[in-house]
């Protein structure tokens, strides 16, 4: 089980490679149409707009790997956002407001994770209710626009520290923190459990707490990403987040995760976000219409997903034959 579970990693990295080597093209083609691109400025401002995105994809990943599904995601958000608008600047402060909004997205996955592994229940249907519960306390702790993060947030977040942005240096806290997960027992589960249950419960590995991590890990991570939504837009909104739930999963499919789970990665996910991120900015900068975005994401996606079937079909009948 070990062994074919390191096998289903190397091809997950594997998978995110095309990725990468179209983050960097569609870089190219924004830089050669925008110089400022290139500018510490417009890295900033690039690195700035995908964290949200890059960590709430992060998050779904997790829980994708182990072969289950989390809507949930941008209702934590929504919730996360609405609590940091209306504490950060009163007696809370920014770490107060931090650490109830973390508080939040374990107790949202822990829910999740209970629900899923201890009762049985479909992650599809959980985490739409999910959803739907988070979007609506949302409502009740902030029924419109407005509030307001607190100076030392915004600045935080979105600032540098010694030239490099703060939200880079998330970016590789993130991605450093996959890469230690990935090789310890409980990274491997995560990739065992994925790839075939059953063969993981006969192996030993407790598929429940595999599986409640996932969604505990996811939970965490989509609060901090709401966290910094709210300091990117300086203010609360119960709905701001409503529209990221798609642009998550499509990260994930772009990056190469497998939505069946047992094969891909959050480096992957990071890549996709920043793929999503580059191409409004490209075409923007080619001029084309804004409304057409979506046309690509959908079509970068179904490609991506395309491809990331093909490769795994064409290695088994490449050893197939070789045998």
Same mark, same amino acid.
């Given at each position: 089980?070990?062994?074919?579970?390191?096998?289903?990693?190397?091809?997950?990295?594997?998978?995110?490679?095309?990725?990468?080597?179209?983050?960097?093209?569609?870089?190219?083609?924004?830089?050669?149409?925008?110089?400022?691109?290139?500018?510490?400025?417009?890295?900033?401002?690039?690195?700035?707009?995908?964290?949200?995105?890059?960590?709430?994809?992060?998050?779904?990943?997790?829980?994708?790997?182990?072969?289950?599904?989390?809507?949930?995601?941008?209702?934590?958000?929504?919730?996360?956002?609405?609590?940091?608008?209306?504490?950060?600047?009163?007696?809370?402060?920014?770490? &107060?407001?931090?650490?109830?909004?973390?508080?939040?997205?374990?107790?949202?996955?822990?829910?999740?994770?209970?629900?899923?592994?201890?009762? &049985?229940?479909?992650?599809?249907?959980?985490? =739409?209710?999910?959803?739907?519960?988070?979007?609506?306390?949302?409502? =009740?702790?902030?029924?419109?626009?407005?509030?307001?993060?607190?100076?030392?947030?915004?600045?935080?977040?979105?600032?540098?520290?010694?030239?490099?942005?703060?939200?880079?240096?998330?970016?590789?806290?993130?991605?450093?923190?996959?890469?230690?997960?990935?090789?310890?027992?409980?990274?491997?589960?995560?990739?065992?459990?994925?790839?075939?249950?059953?063969?993981?419960?006969?192996?030993?590995?407790?598929?429940?707490?595999?599986?409640?991590?996932?969604?505990?890990?996811?939970?965490?991570?989509?609060?901090?990403?709401?966290?910094?939504?709210?300091?990117?837009? &300086?203010?609360?909104?119960?709905?701001?987040?409503?529209?990221?739930?798609?642009?998550?999963?499509?990260?994930?499919?772009?990056?190469?995760?497998?939505?069946? &789970?047992?094969?891909?990665?959050?480096?992957?996910?990071? =890549?996709?976000?920043?793929?999503?991120?580059?191409?409004?900015?490209?075409?923007?900068?080619?001029?084309?219409?804004?409304?057409?975005?979506?046309?690509?994401?959908?079509?970068?996606?179904?490609?991506?997903?395309?491809?990331?079937?093909?490769?795994?079909?064409?290695?088994?009948?490449?050893?197939?034959?070789?045998?």
């Amino acid at each position: 089980m070990w062994g074919r579970a390191g096998r289903i990693q190397a091809l997950g990295a594997s998978a995110a490679f095309p990725g990468f080597v179209l983050l960097v093209l569609m870089f190219a083609i924004y830089a050669s149409r925008d110089p400022s691109a290139l500018t510490a400025f417009g890295f900033g401002n690039l690195v700035n707009n995908a964290i949200v995105l890059a960590v709430a994809a992060s998050g779904l990943t997790l829980v994708v790997l182990s072969g289950e599904l989390d809507l949930s995601g941008s209702g934590v958000m929504a919730i996360a956002n609405v609590v940091v608008a209306t504490t950060s600047t009163g007696p809370l402060g920014s770490l &107060g407001s931090l650490l109830l909004v973390l508080a939040v997205g374990l107790a949202v996955g822990a829910i999740n994770g209970c629900l899923v592994t201890l009762f &049985g229940l479909q992650s599809l249907a959980v985490t =739409i209710g999910s959803l739907i519960i988070c979007q609506g306390i949302a409502l =009740i702790v902030l029924s419109a626009p407005g509030g307001e993060v607190a100076d030392a947030i915004a600045s935080g977040a979105t600032g540098d520290i010694g030239g490099v942005p703060i939200a880079a240096l998330m970016a590789l806290a993130v991605a450093g923190g996959w890469l230690v997960l990935k090789n310890t027992r409980r990274g491997i589960a995560l990739y065992a459990v994925g790839d075939d249950e059953a063969a993981a419960r006969l192996s030993g590995l407790d598929v429940r707490r595999t599986r409640f991590f996932a969604f505990m890990t996811a939970g965490l991570l989509y609060a901090v990403a709401g966290y910094l939504l709210s300091a990117e837009i &300086g203010s609360g909104d119960p709905r701001v987040s409503d529209s990221l739930l798609l642009y998550m999963f499509a990260s994930v499919a772009i990056g190469g995760t497998a939505l069946t &789970g047992g094969r891909g990665g959050v480096l992957g996910s990071l =890549i996709g976000a920043g793929i999503l991120t580059v191409m409004q900015k490209m075409l923007f900068a080619l001029g084309v219409a804004e409304f057409y975005t979506n046309i690509f994401n959908g079509l970068i996606m179904i490609a991506a997903i395309f491809f990331g079937q093909v490769g795994p079909l064409l290695s088994r009948l490449g050893r197939r034959r070789a045998a």
